[in-house]
């Protein structure tokens, strides 16, 4: 008797855990789960690396409609996109959905950074790093910033050929010295080393074995942990003597904060964790945004003339290496918004995460505890209905404040904001610099493709390549060099005359009927140098002709 009890309980625990899996499963979103553990983070990855994401989520969207389950990283995760979505996630209630990124950024960046705090933490940690970005303390850093940069022209970009690098070095060492207040010298560069290790990385499936990224990645922010911890330790000795103030940069701003009963407001390892993520954060997106804005002024003469006009009009009141204010920065409205419309187009932060507390539908289907929301809050950027054609450049998109719908411009991650604002700051001391940089050393903006990545068909198409910066003194850059031994030289030499150094970066009539009247056979068909033809009034405008 006891034994068919048993049995008729056991029938009808098995027969209501099919029909609960079976009524589950068909709640859920649309879509697949792949391989425990690895799902589709492989190919996500991938296209990652491939700059092909975005095309990637499309293609999902394609297949599953604007809501699909997949395993990313390790965690089973619905896929969430549009203006609806943002504003879901970033007005949820906070015991449905809570901050946590996926398991390799969260190792990495640390379990009490800003993106893994929620409630009152996060808003505790949130007030703490936007103090350090009030007005009142940033005025102090504009000049310190921009003689950085004037500083990083003279090391790092002479006779260079590749943008990004020298980007990515200009914006760490922008943050070395304001967030954690370390100088050119052996340490700034034990560190600069340090962050590449770790941006191999911080995307990656969280295996942790000696051969994978992600091993070697935490060995290199275990390192970073331990200069951080001991910059602080040196901070927190100065701060008591005397020998440092509480606004120097970030760290002794940190340290110096307090609660209403005058105790740390920061543990040690909450200020590690979040400086850490803001030097992440910040050098990767800030090089990226600066990267594209040269690569904007390469393709677009009208938006390049517009800002070039308005950093004119304020380099006339500055004197020969006189440093920028801030209401110098604040008179750049053109460079606001083609900063803007950089972040449009390519958005530092592709997706975003949630971590699922409890059970919750969304758009009638079931997303259960213990999952992970994946938000590309960027996707709204190429939507047509939002921007009007939205896959073209233009800075107008954001001519008028408060014309871009709620929900639909979201460039980085909440609690990233701070990090825009360095992004701004960095964006327009740099085109600053390089308008007042001529009455000093006058540089050119010049375009050399090199023969595996230049791919033109004529004058007028969209082109790819290399922009660099070089002196119009020194030798001529290499691919320049290389046309003497070329045939196309000769025939240049037929048409155009001489080929002289003086004659393509020159001044005035001779360098202007070198761009102006030579045609695409020579400056385009044979692969070896295309000049566009506003970089030659960028000339003029250096040497004040």
């Keep these: 008797m006891v034994t068919h009890i048993l049995f008729c309980l056991l029938v009808f ?67 969430l996109h549009g203006q609806a979505a943002n504003k879901f996630v970033f007005t949820y209630d906070g015991n449905i959905l809570a901050n946590q990124q996926p398991s390799s950024i969260r190792r990495i960046c640390g379990e009490k950074n800003i993106l893994e705090l929620s409630g009152h933490d996060h808003k505790r940690m949130r007030g703490a790093l936007l103090s350090f970005l009030k007005p009142d303390v940033l005025r102090q850093y504009v000049s310190k910033m921009d003689k950085e940069i004037r500083k990083h022209f003279e090391l790092h970009w002479r006779g260079k050929n590749k943008a990004m690098p020298s980007m990515k070095t200009l914006t760490f060492n922008v943050m070395s ?47 970073i942990r331990t200069i951080l911890m001991d910059l602080i330790q040196e901070k927190r000795a100065a701060l008591e003597h005397g020998t440092a103030f509480p606004q120097q940069d970030l760290i002794t701003t940190l340290l110096s904060l307090r609660n209403e009963d005058n105790s740390v407001a920061l543990s040690d390892e909450e200020i590690v ?34 800002m070039i006009q308005e950093q004119e009009e304020i380099s006339k009141s500055k004197a020969c290496g006189e440093l920028l204010t801030w209401d110098d920065l604040a008179r750049m409205k053109c460079t606001w918004r083609v900063a803007m419309e950089s972040l449009r187009m390519t958005p530092p932060a592709l997706t975003l995460y949630r971590k699922v507390l409890k059970d919750f539908e969304y758009e009638g289907y079931l997303i259960p505890k213990g999952w992970q929301v994946m938000l590309s809050t960027s996707m709204t950027h190429m939507d047509d209905n939002i921007f009007p054609d939205a896959s073209k450049f233009d800075p107008k998109h954001f001519e008028i404040q408060g014309s871009v719908p709620p929900y639909s411009f979201v460039a980085l991650e909440e609690g990233l904001e701070y990090v825009l604002e360095w992004n701004l700051q960095d964006l327009k001391l740099l085109l600053q610099y390089i308008a007042c940089y001529k009455s000093c050393n006058p540089f050119l903006f010049a375009y050399f493709p090199s023969p595996d990545e230049a791919k033109f068909k004529n004058a007028s198409t969209r082109f790819f390549g290399i922009i ?28 155009m005359g001489p080929f002289e150094k003086s004659t393509l970066l020159g001044p005035k009539q001779a360098a202007n009927k070198s761009i102006y009247a030579c045609d695409a056979t020579i400056l385009d068909d044979k692969h070896m140098l295309y000049f566009h033809l506003y970089l030659m009034k960028m000339w003029n405008l250096l040497v004040g002709q």
Excluded at 205 to 219: A, E, H, K
């Design 13 to 79: 625990l098995f027969s209501a855990y099919l029909f609960w899996t079976e009524k589950t499963s068909k709640r859920l979103p649309p879509g697949s789960l792949g391989l425990p553990i690895i799902g589709q983070s492989l190919s996500f990855l991938n296209a990652l690396r491939k700059n092909t994401a975005e095309g990637w989520l499309q293609d999902r969207i394609r297949k599953y409609g604007p809501i699909s389950k997949m395993n990313i990283l390790g965690t089973p995760t619905v896929f």
């Design 273 to 306: 964790d979040s400086l850490v993520l803001i030097m992440i954060a910040g050098y990767d997106t800030t090089s990226t945004l600066l990267s594209f804005l040269i690569r904007i002024s390469a393709n677009d003469p009208s938006v390049y003339a517009s």
């Design 177 to 223: 010295s304001l967030l954690i207040g370390i100088e050119q010298g052996a340490k700034r560069d034990v560190l600069l080393h340090l962050f590449d290790k770790i941006m191999e990385g911080i995307l990656s499936v969280p295996i942790n074995l000696p051969f994978t990224r992600f091993n070697r990645s935490l060995q290199a922010r275990a390192k």
């Design 468 to 495: 660099t910066l070089h002196s119009p003194t020194p030798q001529l850059p290499t691919h320049l060099a290389r046309m003497h031994s070329r045939p196309v030289a000769l025939e240049y030499n037929v048409k």
